[in-house]
């Protein structure tokens, strides 16, 4: 079944682009196009070409070649390459409210894990467990908005997530107008951020606080992966890499130590092949997340 089987099949106008444009985001139509770029970026096509097949029907319409709209030229696709991997996930808590095929911080939870940052489950296993917690954790921030107290101090609320969990409401205080401006332009600069969170149970409910906060990707800066593995499907995509990591790297500002090796699994070979590469790159979560989003690159895993 393709997407022009659907279009056949459902009266796509009585439906509504709205819903129509929520799914694709969603990713319902996987299995009969998995670029949902394309998908999204053709409902208008789509939508057309289905009330005319619809209309025929309706009609009692019958074409020279069979049934109503059997003769109608099916409309041209969007030639629009696929969302990468992080605006998949954000296409799908539009649509959703929730990231549903991952979350945006799953390339960065081996760095944050040498570095020793927690989870959200994990600060609230602690508090549960001793009363109370203190814990560093990389969170993704939503819904950021400053507010006033009642006597008139200024603060943060927003909502945070991470891989195991989401917190809605969630305030932060400074104890100084300093450390405040230097908390806002924080979160006026990145969405990734590593929290200080505080915690008790009250009422058996989890009440965290924050305390602290730094931009996620200069509290990893230092955890590179000592390595990255690239499995393709594509001769092509060790070259795209290559040159990627290559670009990276020269325009880093930190010594290169990440080691890159590829496993090639072409349907030509007669099995798998393994390239290894021997000279460092600078691989960080932002890098691994572009490889993973480029064509022919089947997986990426930390080496």
């Known amino acids: 079944m393709t997407l ?3 279009a056949r099949r459902v009266d796509l106008k009585r439906v509504g682009k709205r819903p129509l444009e929520m799914l694709a985001r969603a990713g319902a139509f996987d299995l009969l196009d998995s670029n949902r770029r394309r998908v999204f970026e053709s409902l208008d096509a789509l939508v057309q070409y289905s009330a005319a097949i619809h209309e025929q029907k309706a009609s009692n319409q019958v074409s020279l070649f069979g049934d109503a709209g059997e003769d109608l030229p099916e409309p041209r696709l969007s030639p629009a390459g696929d969302w990468v991997a992080s605006e998949r996930l954000m296409e799908e808590q539009k649509a959703i409210g929730f990231f549903l095929s991952g979350h945006p911080l799953d390339d960065y939870a081996s760095a944050l894990k040498r570095k020793k940052i927690g989870t959200l489950v994990g600060a609230q296993a602690k508090a549960e467990a001793e009363g109370s917690a203190v814990m560093q954790v990389g969170v993704m921030v939503s819904g950021f908005r400053e507010m006033k107290s009642s006597k008139g101090n200024r603060y943060f609320r927003m909502n945070i997530s991470d891989s195991t969990g989401q917190l809605a409401g969630i305030a932060m205080f400074a104890r100084k107008p300093e ?3 230097a908390a806002r332009a924080v979160f006026e600069s990145t969405d990734k951020v590593v929290v200080t969170l505080e915690g008790r149970f009250n009422d058996g409910q989890f009440d965290p606080t924050i305390r602290a906060v730094a931009p996620m990707d200069t509290v990893v800066a230092d955890a590179g992966a ?23 790297t020269r325009e880093a500002k930190q010594p ?5 090796s590829f496993c090639l699994m072409a349907p030509d070979l007669p099995g798998e092949v393994d390239i290894e590469i021997d000279r460092p790159f600078v691989i960080s979560p932002e890098v691994k997340g572009a490889i993973k989003s480029m064509d022919g690159v089947v997986m990426v895993e930390d080496d």
């Open 256 to 260: 290169a130590k990440g080691v890159l």
């Open 226 to 248: 000592a390595g990255l593995k690239v499995f393709c499907d594509q001769a092509s995509a060790i070259i795209t890499v290559s040159e990627l990591l290559t670009r990276v």
């Open 4 to 6: 022009f089987d659907f």
């Open 179 to 181: 450390d405040l401006n």
